[in-house]
Each structure stands twice: as C-alpha cells, then as structure tokens.
T-cell receptor, first 112, second 116 residues
Framework: DGGITQSPKYLFRKEGQNVTLSCEQNLNHDAMYWYRQDPGQGLRLIYYSQIVNDFQKGDIAEGYSVSREKKESFPLTVTSAQKNPTAFYLC???????????FGEGSWLTVV | QKEVEQNSGPLSVPEGAIASLNCTYSDRVSQSFFWYRQYSGKSPELIMSIYSNGDKEDGRFTAQLNKASQYVSLLIRDSQPSDSATYLCAVNNRNAGGTSYGKLTFGQGTILTVHP
C-alpha cells in the first residue's frame, strides 16, 4: 500500500545526544516536510524539501538538520542544540503541483 | 496577529447536532484551504479541501470559503461521538515564485466533543 512510514514511533533521547527520525514515502511525491506538534498546539514547520538534494528551513529549524539524498527519504536529525525537543514529530509529503499534504503516523520524542 | 486562527474550544455538541468550526487567515493571497481531523495521539487526516468561494459538501461535512472575509468554516451535520477529535485548519500560500508547493500553515486546532 502507498503511504508514508515514520520510525521509530517512540524514541527517548538523553541530554547531549543527536537522534535521527526516519521518513520514507512510496507515493512518488516530490515534496516532503517535517512538522513538530507540542501538546494542545498546532503544527509548526521545521524543514521542507521540494526536490532531491534541496531543502529549505521552515519556521523552527534551529537545532534540527535534514537531508534529501533520495526522493523517497527525508530523515530528520534532532541535534543537541535543540533545547526542548520533546514533541510529536510528523513527516508529510505532497506532489509539487498538488496542494494536498499527507502525513505519516508520527514519532514521539522524549528527552530523559 | 496569528496567520491562521481558529475559534477557541473546546466545542461540545450533542449527538445529532450540527458542529460549526471556524477559521480566519491573515494572508489575502492564500490559495487553498484544508480541514484535517486529528484523533488524540494520532496524525492528522485530511477530511476536506476547498479552493473557491462558496460551499463544498462531502457527506456530512460542508466546507465554506469566503475569501473577501478571509474566512473558512467546516460544518459537521448529524454529529456522531466518533467525530470527537481536534480539527485543524490549514492554509496554503503561494511562494515568491508564484507556484504552490503545499507548504501549509496550521491553526492551533479546535477540540470537538460530541456527547451522546
């Protein structure tokens, strides 16, 4: 089935660690996105990519990094510079010409 | 002023009633508008999209768009307890190049509770 797969679903990070969240899609979408959601809040854009080997910062990119080496994959690294990383992270994708964004199931990151 | 604002909740309606969810946006050049439903602990799922002024109906859901007033709403008829969720309004703005690539700005969400 076509869709967006995020892993892991739950992740715990120690202080000072970098962690990477995986996002893979088989929808043949050109654009991919990472959003962060805090409890009771809307979604905030971290990074987005319209094509392979290109990506742009969203509204809250500090402390995060991404890569887009393949069309299907858009991993997000939460670095130690991100001081408050505990949140629900959502990967999404859309066609370049289309408007509709589809989401993966999300990853919960907790700092311990 | 927030770019996308939703009516503050939570909103509680009895089963069978009409639930009305509202959203205003600040950018006049906004092109596309979406309503997502999000159950607790789950990712958002698209329930409606609307691009032109007027109403768009899909089953029990009706989206209404008024670009002059910068207002978009979602009506849920015959509300069911399974409709209890957070509803997110999202707006898609064109980038500087004039193309639309799906970069959405979300409102903070409205929690809807439908009680039997």
């Amino acid at each position: 089935d076509g869709g967006i797969t995020q892993s892991p679903k739950y992740l715990f990070r120690k202080e000072g660690q970098n962690v990477t969240l995986s996002c893979e899609q088989n929808l043949n979408h050109d654009a991919m996105y990472w959003y962060r959601q805090d409890p009771g809040q809307g979604l905030r854009l971290i990074y987005y990519s319209q094509i392979v080997n290109d990506f742009q910062k969203g509204d809250i990119a500090e402390g995060y990094s991404v890569s887009r080496e393949k069309k299907e994959s858009f991993p997000l690294t939460v670095t130690s510079a991100q001081k408050n990383p505990t949140a629900f992270y959502l990967c999404a994708s859309s066609g370049v010409a289309g408007n509709t964004i589809y989401f993966g199931e999300g990853s919960w990151l907790t700092v311990v | 002023q927030k770019e996308v604002e939703q009516n503050s909740g939570p909103l509680s309606v009895p089963e069978g009633a009409i639930a009305s969810l509202n959203c205003t946006y600040s950018d006049r050049v906004s092109q596309s508008f979406f309503w997502y439903r999000q159950y607790s602990g789950k990712s958002p799922e698209l329930i409606m999209s609307i691009y032109s002024n007027g109403d768009k109906e899909d089953g029990r859901f009706t989206a209404q768009l008024n670009k002059a007033s910068q207002y978009v709403s979602l009506l849920i008829r015959d509300s069911q307890p399974s409709d209890s969720a957070t509803y997110l309004c999202a707006v898609n703005n064109r980038n500087a190049g004039g193309t639309s690539y799906g970069k959405l700005t979300f409102g903070q969400g409205t929690i809807l509770t439908v009680h039997p």
